[in-house]
């Protein structure tokens, strides 16, 4: 399995706060992305954000970056924001890599 962050940005004007369309995807959505997510075989770690700066950062794990890239794009989340799926190694990976240089 393969650890992906997803970066998502969206402009103040469509932001679910300031917004009531995006805002009704949010809810109608939002809490069922996990599951959703599930069902294809990818795990959200973690999900966070930053209110005003209208930005994203989420962790998944899955097998295949294609697969993240296809249900990303196809989710609520890309109708408002700009993503870009990074792959990812932990902080202890990279010291582990170091060690053998």
């Known amino acids: ?9 969206h402009p103040t004007e469509k932001c679910p706060w300031n917004n009531a369309e995006p805002r009704k995807e949010l809810l109608e ?11 294809v075989n990818i795990k ?3 999900q966070y954000h ?5 930005t994203f950062l989420w962790v998944v794990e899955a097998n295949d970056a294609h697969l993240v890239q ?4 196809t989710s609520y989340l890309s109708k408002i924001n700009a993503l870009k799926i990074v792959p ?3 902080y202890s990976d ?5 060690k053998k240089l």
């Open 1 to 9: 399995m393969g650890l992906y962050g997803i970066y998502g940005s």
């Open 29 to 39: 959505h939002g809490l069922k992305i996990v599951e959703e997510a599930s069902k």
């Open 44 to 46: 959200i770690i973690n």
């Open 50 to 54: 930053s209110a005003l700066e209208h």
């Open 70 to 73: 296809s249900f990303f794009t």
């Open 88 to 90: 990812l190694i932990t």
């Open 94 to 98: 990279v010291i582990e890599h170091c």
